[in-house]
């Protein structure tokens, strides 16, 4: 028995070998989607009781991305607390945003996302773009000067 397991292993070894290559020639052909890039546009200044443009502009790789999930943007007073986001939550939904005064964008060409609004009260905001397409989000912020 010991002469056909001598036998054997060989080619036990040699189908381990083919069957490990072959998953990662599966693994390395699988190809993932190009990140987005949102970047955000907005003022560093704003004039109190006058509106101002808020926008995110969205690409995946060089080309717009038009009918994103999600593109909301949450302003607040920076001596503020920033908005609470629970744990137990995960990522915020759009409902959600809202509830906490965020404010849904419009795409207003491919790719670019804006609202209008207008700062009633002196002092720095910090502004966030919550932006969703698929399942990639991100989240970059900026800061407004409202005089």
Not at 91 to 107: V, Y
Not at 131 to 147: D, E, N
Request: aromatic share 6%; glycine share 6%; proline share 5%.
């Amino acid at each position: 028995m010991s002469g056909q397991v001598r036998w054997f292993m060989p080619f036990i070894i040699l189908t381990l070998l083919i069957a490990g290559c072959s998953y990662e020639e599966q693994s390395q052909s699988g190809e993932m989607p190009e990140m987005i890039k949102v970047q955000l546009v907005v003022p560093d200044k704003a004039s109190l009781h006058k509106p101002v443009t808020l926008q995110v502009k969205l690409t995946q790789g060089e080309v717009p991305v038009s009918n994103a999930d999600q593109v909301q943007f949450q302003i607040w007073d920076e001596l503020e607390d920033a908005p609470a986001v629970s744990p137990e939550l995960g990522m915020m939904t759009e409902d959600k945003l809202e509830e906490q005064g965020a404010l849904k964008a419009s795409e207003v060409e491919s790719g670019l996302y804006e609202v209008q609004y207008t700062f009633e009260q002196a002092g720095t905001y910090v502004v966030q773009a919550h932006v969703t397409h698929g399942a990639m989000h991100s989240m970059p912020r900026a800061k407004i000067q409202a005089k």
